[in-house]
């Protein structure tokens, strides 16, 4: 039985990349000509492996294949249709121990609206594997002038900070999810008028069933001092929103923050309960030696000030709760030793009863145009009687080719 199921892997995996051979082929024996439309994307190949330590004692090895396509048609000067289809094929052990693992990638694999996505299929739901596929992506966007019309499946990102966005209330991301660069999209309504260069005025609602799911919201952004100011103000699932940020520089370091405040108008809550706020503040520099630094803070009133780091990973981030915990800070730093190789490292720490760490090193290769190699561990740490102690560890190799 398991002969058939490797024998069957490899076979989806042919076909998903049977596409890549017929475009480089197409690139090979046809002259270049204009074109209205573009096809891309990549295919990632990302083993894993994390290790649980004594009493439970295990280790638990997964792989995910990884595939992906950006279409993008213009035609003409006015319109523009954009629609990606992402595909994951899940196999491993991990598949083989969570309950319902495929519901589970459905639920996650888009932000919800509060309805059932039908644009989201499990293609092949065995006990060691599932293959899951999704048009994340799926909209209809006309330029003219001053404005910018999009209706559709897409990204709207109102946030500025790399790793907390207080001012991203349309589609959250956890910043653990590494994978995933092209972030969750939305179904909405974006509409985009740009007063200057650097001024604009917006305005997003996303789709919904329910009034208390109703997520909508004006933004203003504009350029003074040298700093870009945003300043946001809307509703987002029974909650009045009103925030803001900013982004410029104090000398030669980067300076940025965002800022949001919440007010939850349903009946029967105490005044607690009411008001919440998530705001976030980073600095970046960039020494001359190439070495790359940023250090971040994270206020976040609903989050917690004890309990262990591993609630990290089952969280699901709002701009109203970004982070399991009230407090936070990050710092990062990379290096790139040559042109092709680049080594960093990321650290989150949370003031508290656990004193919450999460340390992430990586490590990237650029082969050529179209593959790169990288690592990525994830490691969290928890103090206990005075000493860390690691709940959890994962490594990750990616190896990506993209098209």
Wanted: no cysteine.
């Amino acid at each position: 039985m398991k002969e058939y199921l490797n024998i069957g892997l490899l076979l989806i995996v042919a076909v998903l990349l049977l596409p890549l051979g017929a475009i480089a082929q197409q690139d090979s024996t046809t002259v270049a000509k204009p074109k209205n439309w573009q096809l891309h994307g990549y295919v990632k190949y990302l083993p894993s492996v994390n290790f649980v330590p004594p009493p439970q004692g295990s280790m638990i090895q997964n792989n995910l294949i990884h595939n992906r396509f950006n279409f993008e048609w213009y035609p003409n000067e006015h319109w523009t249709f954009k629609a990606s289809l992402r595909t994951r094929l899940f196999f491993g052990e991990q598949v083989k121990l969570v309950p319902n693992y495929g519901d589970l990638i459905k639920q996650s694999s888009l932000v919800s609206n509060g309805y059932d996505d039908p644009l989201s299929w499990i293609l092949l739901d065995e006990k060691a594997a599932i293959l899951h596929s999704t048009l994340d992506r799926l909209s209809l966007q006309y330029s003219n002038g001053k404005w910018d019309i999009t209706l559709g499946r897409q990204r709207i990102n109102w946030g500025i900070n790399t790793i907390w966005n207080p001012n991203d209330i349309f589609n959250t991301y956890s910043f653990t999810d590494f994978d995933y660069e092209e972030r969750p999209g939305s179904d909405a309504l974006r509409i985009q008028y740009y007063t200057g260069v650097t001024s604009s005025i917006e305005f997003a609602a996303k789709a919904f069933t329910k009034w208390e799911d109703a997520t909508a919201a004006f933004l203003w952004k504009t350029n003074k001092w040298n700093y870009d100011f945003q300043l946001l103000g809307g509703v987002a699932q029974q909650d009045i929103i009103v925030g803001g940020g900013w982004a410029g520089s104090l000398g030669l370091v980067g300076f940025k923050g965002e800022v949001s405040y919440f007010y939850n108008y349903r009946q029967g809550l105490t005044s607690n309960q009411r008001h919440s706020v998530t705001a976030t503040m980073a600095w970046d520099y960039l020494f001359p030696n190439r070495i790359y630094f940023s250090a971040g803070l994270l206020y976040n009133s609903n989050g917690n000030v004890q309990g262990s780091i591993t609630q990290l990973f089952g969280s699901q981030p709002t701009a109203k709760n970004l982070y399991p915990y009230r407090y936070a800070v990050s710092l990062s730093a990379s290096y790139p030793f040559t042109e092709k190789i680049n080594a960093g490292v990321t650290a989150v720490y949370s003031p508290g009863e656990s004193h919450a760490v999460f340390l992430s090193p990586n490590f990237s290769y650029l082969i050529n145009e179209a593959w790169d190699i990288a690592f990525i561990s994830q490691l969290v740490f928890n103090a206990e009687n005075g000493y860390y102690t690691s709940p959890s560890q994962s490594f990750f190799l990616r190896i990506r080719l993209s098209f």
